[in-house]
């Protein structure tokens, strides 16, 4: 079992959504940090270790189970089938990560969040990313509501 996060933060023009990159150069694709679950983790626990040792990122504050993609490589002539769970975490504003090179990480980036499809290098995550850019719009709307003169707060 695996677990990772969908992050994201909110900045002066907008919410952005990062990405780190594996591999070198140009050979890697933007994806999301993820690992292997350790013995006795629960799966939440997996997603913030994974994320605070691949990118250095910190302050996260949970906010919702996002979901699980399955999917196969060949890794040394052998089919691995791989399932992953995500949750989705909101960064403080001025997040940014300190990679260390853990799982050959070198690159990372924060895309706008109406840029986060197609920025993604898999598109086994599109449905998990919908959701989560879903989940962050109806969390926005519900805050400018709360604080709208008039608005009835009950």
Known sequence: ?????????????????FFIKHGEG???????????????????????REIREETGLSGLRYVAPIG???????????????TVHFFLFEAPADAEAKLTGEEAIWASIWVPMEETLQTCGYRNLDRLLKKSIKLVRNENWK??????????HG
């Open 1 to 17: 079992m695996s677990a990772g996060g969908i992050i994201y933060r909110r900045r002066d023009h907008g919410v952005e959504f």
């Open 26 to 48: 140009d050979e890697g694709r933007w994806t999301l940090p993820k690992g292997h679950q350790e013995l006795g983790e629960a799966l939440i626990e997996t997603a913030i």
């Open 68 to 82: 699980k993609t399955a999917y196969r490589f060949y890794q040394d002539g052998k089919l691995i089938e791989k």
């Open 143 to 152: 805050a400018s509501f709360r604080h709208r003169p008039g608005a009835n």
